[in-house]
């Protein structure tokens, strides 16, 4: 499977983002999909995650503020920011963990970049 991740750029303080993440490759069984960010110097953290029955979870610091959604028959998941804060400028990945075969694994897209900015 291959993901490919869309919406990032430039936004000020208070404004609004949608990111999206494509999957694409049919022998892929995708459960849960979901966004990590990195920020310069920091580690990758969970933004947020949504199972293939729609369970979202959602690190503290976003709660209120960002929406995970899917589209199952398109294989997309969505992250709806608002609100956005400097402190959210990161490059933001998503991931698809899933199976194929018997075997299960977790695929990363490229990453998209995110920055708060007046």
């Known amino acids: 499977v291959q993901l490919q991740a869309s919406g990032g750029g430039l936004v000020q303080p208070g404004g609004s983002l949608r990111l999206s993440c494509a999957a694409s490759?049919?022998?892929?069984?995708?459960?849960?999909m979901g966004w990590y960010r990195q920020a310069p110097g920091k580690p990758r953290d969970m933004v947020a995650r949504?199972?293939?029955?729609?369970?979202?979870n959602y690190t503290v610091s976003v709660k209120g503020r960002f929406t995970i959604s899917r589209d199952n028959a398109k294989n997309t998941v969505y992250l709806q920011m608002n609100s956005l804060k400097p402190e959210d400028t990161a490059v933001y990945y998503c991931?698809?963990?899933?199976?194929?075969?018997?075997?299960?694994?977790?695929?990363w897209g490229q990453g998209t970049q995110v920055t708060v900015s007046s």
């Open positions: 991931y698809a963990w899933g199976r194929e075969a018997n075997k299960f694994s977790t695929t």
């Open positions: 949504i199972t293939s029955g729609g369970n979202t």
């Open positions: 490759g049919s022998s892929f069984s995708i459960y849960d």
